[in-house]
T-cell receptor
Framework: AQTVTQSQPEMSVQEAETVTLSCTYD???????LFWYKQPPSRQMILVIR??????QNATENRFSVNFQKAAKSFSLKISDSQLGDTAMYFC????????????FGTGTSLTVIP | EAQVTQNPRYLITVTGKKLTVTCSQN?????MSWYRQDPGLGLRQIYY???????DKGDVPEGYKVSRKEKRNFPLILESPSPNQTSLYFC????????????FGDGTRLSIL
């Protein structure tokens, strides 16, 4: 079974500062896909960023970037220049290749951006 | 607008009274899935469907049923709801194939008394 671990239940960051959310996973697969989803108080699930395991280059989407360490099975999310709208629950998710899009989610990190 | 629509958004009901949560997507996605979200547990998959008439169990299928008679619809059925099924439920859909993110509905808050 695949497991995804987010060891930080809650975090906070000052507005305009940088914060890193951690995620580790356990798999014996060589190729897979990793995602970060954001869930604001509105409860919507919003895709933030994705990473293919076979790509060495870390994915970046505007202020969001990842640090993907395949050997360590680590997939952290860095949010730069934090904004009040970044306050949300963040979920890390893992998808194996060729499994019919079955996702495995971590337990989430609640991030609060402090003005 | 591309979307996944769940109904109802909120429901309070009593133990044993059958209920159905509907899910519909307008993106012609083959894959659909149901999750429940509970504090400290993240999202756990209940059932998923790779295509019409193809469904399979996820990690927590007990007490739930699904059907996929049409590509766009994937209802979640609780035949005899119990209080431990009080949760926030999400429907999601995606194209099949690798690297396809899931698109989520807005969630359904179910309270079983």
């Amino acid at each position: 079974a695949q497991t995804v671990t987010q060891s930080q239940p809650e975090m906070s960051v000052q507005e305009a500062e940088t914060v890193t959310l951690s995620c580790t996973y356990d798999t014996s697969e060589s190729n897979y896909y990793l995602f970060w989803y954001k869930q604001p108080p509105s409860r919507q699930m919003i895709l933030v960023i994705r990473q293919e395991a076979y790509k060495q280059q870390n994915a970046t989407e505007n202020r969001f970037s990842v640090n993907f360490q395949k050997a360590a099975k680590s997939f952290s999310l860095k949010i730069s220049d934090s904004q009040l709208g970044d306050t949300a629950m963040y979920f890390c998710a893992f998808m194996r290749e060729n499994t019919g899009n079955q996702f495995y989610f971590g337990t989430g990190t609640s991030l609060t951006v402090i003005p | 607008e591309a979307q996944v629509t769940q109904n109802p958004r909120y429901l309070i009901t009593v133990t044993g009274k059958k209920l159905t949560v509907t899910c519909s997507q307008n993106m012609n996605h083959e894959y659909m899935s149901w999750y429940r979200q509970d504090p400290g547990l993240g999202l756990r998959q209940i059932y998923y469907s790779m295509n019409v008439e193809v469904t399979d169990k996820g990690d927590v299928p007990e007490g739930y049923k699904v059907s996929r008679k049409e590509k766009r619809n994937f209802p979640l059925i609780l035949e005899s709801p119990s209080p431990n099924q009080t949760s926030l439920y999400f429907c999601a859909s995606s194209r099949t194939g690798t690297n396809q993110p899931q698109h989520f509905g807005d969630g359904t808050r179910l309270s079983i008394l």
